[in-house]
Structures are given as C-alpha cells and as structure tokens.
C-alpha cells in the first residue's frame, strides 16, 4: 500500500507547464526525498499531494493523485490537509501568540485534542518529537520570537505533528538552519517515520544519504529517476542525476 499514488500529473500555472507527466509511488512509513536543482517544480508538487495549489492564482492540474487511497480532488481539501502535515523553509509560526499556543491551537484546530488536559499532553508529545520540550518547558508563554530560527523552526515541526498527520511534508525545512539543528530535525524525523510517511525536499544529497529511504529527481518538471536512495545517489547512470551529485 502506498501512501501517495501519483499518475500522470501535468501542472500549468498562468499557462506555463511546471510540472509534466509526473508519475510517483511513496511507500507508507518512509522517508522519501525529491530533489532536483530550483525551479524544477519541487514547491509545486508538495503543493498538489495537500491541494495547497488549490490556492494558487491561474493554476490547473491533470492527472490522477491518491494520498492514503483516496483521489484528492474526491474530498474536502480542508479534511485532507488536516491528514497532512506541512513545514515550510522559512520557518513561520504565529508571531502573536505564545510558543505554547501555537502547538495548541493545532491540536484543537485539527481535533486531536478537545479537553484543556488534552491538548496540554498533545502539546508536551508534539514538543518533545520535535526535540524542543527541554528548551521551551519554563518559557512557553513566551512569543516565538524569543527563539532562535531553529528553534521555530522545530516549533514550526512541533506545530505540524500536534494535528497527528497521516503524511508529513517538509519543504527544504533544514536550508537555513545551523548543523546543530540540521541534526535534530534529522534525529526526529527518522524516528518519526515509524509513524508517519515523510515527503521531504531538499538540496542536500548528504541529508538524502543520511534519513532518507527513496529519492525522486525531479528535472524541468520531469521525474528522471526513482528508487531507494543509495541506489540512485551511489550507482546512477543517470547523466541528469550525475550533473546535479557534481554540483554538491
């Protein structure tokens, strides 16, 4: 059973092709990396699998996409999103609010937790998968302002994992982050994955290598080459793939 089921996906914004003929498989439980250089359609893809591209002005889209066994364009989008998990590159927590209710405000939003004990043990659960319980358990009435940027980066994680999603999607979520919490957010997802389906992008054949199980790359909208990570990254004969390992 796969936990994305993609089958000749065409995407055009303003009547330019982004992504063409894209055919996926994501098996349930992994970690699995798109990469390929900017602009190859990365962002856009992510954006189909949660509809996000719903909210795209003059986007349209062909093509067959199941998350979970079920068509995304056969439910409510919102119902969809709140299986699926989202993590941006730049990380993006409510400023106005307190680190605390930024979690929870997730957790009620998505209904995971309804009672006031509720939602403080899906706080606590959400903050600590992320590893940031221990830095933020004095001080989470404070703004998230007061963190550092991998710090809410990581709340930005916790945020996403307080709606118990099916599926994760992390948009480049370590780019700007230090080695220091590169390596958390690396710690916890592969810990995660037991749990969870991961999609993530990156630039990072290192990162690939080190969390994930399956690789796509994705070129000028196309898929080029997919499989298991080591595979693809160690024994490609792929020229597109070899120009892209060179650059990094």
């Known amino acids: ?3 994305v089921e993609i089958d000749g996906l065409n995407v055009y914004i303003a009547g330019r092709r982004i992504l063409k003929n894209v055919t996926l498989r994501v ?6 990396a798109i990469m390929g250089p900017s602009g190859s359609g990365k962002s856009t893809l992510l954006r189909v699998i949660n509809r996000l591209i719903d909210l795209v002005p003059n986007a349209r889209v062909q093509g067959r996409v199941r ?3 079920v068509d995304v364009y056969s439910v409510n989008p919102y119902k969809l999103r709140r299986r699926i998990g989202m993590v941006f590159q730049t990380p993006n ?10 979690v929870a405000l997730a ?16 706080v606590e659960w959400a903050l600590r998968k992320a590893m940031l319980w221990n830095e933020v358990k004095d001080r989470l009435r404070d703004p998230p302002t007061k963190l550092s940027i991998g710090q809410r980066q990581r709340l930005c994680l916790a945020r996403a994992l307080a ?6 999607l992390l948009d480049e979520p370590t ?4 080695p220091v919490n590169t390596r958390r957010i690396e710690e916890t997802l592969t810990k995660l994955k037991n749990e969870i389906t991961i999609i993530l992008v990156t630039h990072s054949p290192k990162q690939a290598e080190r969390i994930a199980d399956y690789t796509a790359i994705l070129y000028m909208g196309r898929i080029v080459e ?10 490609t004969r792929n020229r597109i793939t070899q120009e892209l390992l060179k650059q990094h």
């Open 226 to 235: 997919q499989g298991p990570t080591r595979e693809i990254l160690n024994n």
């Open 67 to 69: 998350v979970l066994g």
């Open 107 to 122: 957790a009620q939003a998505s209904g995971t937790a309804r009672s006031k004990s509720e939602i403080r043990r899906v």
């Open 1 to 3: 059973m796969y936990a």
């Open 175 to 178: 780019a700007n982050l230090d």
């Open 93 to 102: 927590p409510f400023p106005h609010i307190s680190i605390y209710d930024n």
């Open 163 to 168: 709606q118990k999603p099916e599926i994760l």
């Open 27 to 32: 098996p349930r439980n992994t970690i699995f």
